[in-house]
């Protein structure tokens, strides 16, 4: 539960929704930064788990089983949430175009990548590149 609580806050830091509506790139580095809690969260529980009851044990099993499943769900539920606001992204800076699908993109595989749980310090070249893309993103919109 206190992932929980603690993803729901950070995902509201990422954002200035008390302020004003969320950006794009608010949205999505709020989806990921969700994902990549649970997930993280979720790997902890199953390392704790095989330390305290052994890699063979039920109760490890169980908590590892349950640890994809929530990632999975995590990722399956952010996914669409997104498409909406990307298309109206879209349409609201045409000429942003480019970086704005490329920033999705790399969303998307980055995603795809946190839908199985990772420890806090696991670095990927989707995150890389999801990153990356994002910088693009907001240096586009910093010269508009």
Do not use: H
Not at 64 to 79: I, M, R
Not at 82 to 103: D, G, H, M, N, S
């Amino acid at each position: 539960m206190r992932r929980y609580v603690f993803a729901f806050a950070t995902s509201a830091l990422f954002s200035l929704s008390a302020f004003a509506d969320p950006t794009f790139i608010d949205r999505i580095e709020g989806s990921a930064a969700k994902c990549s809690i649970t997930g993280s969260g979720n790997a902890t529980e199953a390392s704790i788990a095989q330390r305290d009851y052994g890699p063979t044990s039920k109760k490890y099993k169980s908590i590892l089983q349950k640890a994809y499943e929530e990632s999975k769900e995590c990722v399956e539920t952010e996914k669409p949430s997104i498409k909406p606001f990307l298309k109206e992204e879209i349409a609201k800076y045409p000429q942003l175009r480019p970086a704005i699908t490329e920033a999705y993109a790399s969303w998307l595989g980055y995603m795809d990548w946190l839908s199985t749980p990772r420890g806090w310090t696991d670095e990927s070249p989707e995150k890389t590149s999801y990153e990356a893309a994002i910088n693009r993103l907001k240096a586009e919109i910093d010269t508009m």
